[in-house]
């Protein structure tokens, strides 16, 4: 999917910027989602 390289990218950089946002439970449904 052509859009998945960004969506990757903002992830990471979401994650960077706000770690502890982002816990095991959310990173499964991001992953679902992708």
């Known amino acids: ?3 998945s390289p ?3 990218n903002l992830i990471i950089m979401f994650t ?3 770690p502890l946002l982002i816990t095991k ?5 991001l992953k ?3």
């Open 1 to 3: 999917h052509p859009a």
């Open 25 to 29: 439970e959310n990173r499964e449904k």
């Open 6 to 8: 960004l969506v990757g």
């Open 16 to 18: 960077v910027k706000f």
């Open 32 to 34: 679902e989602i992708l």
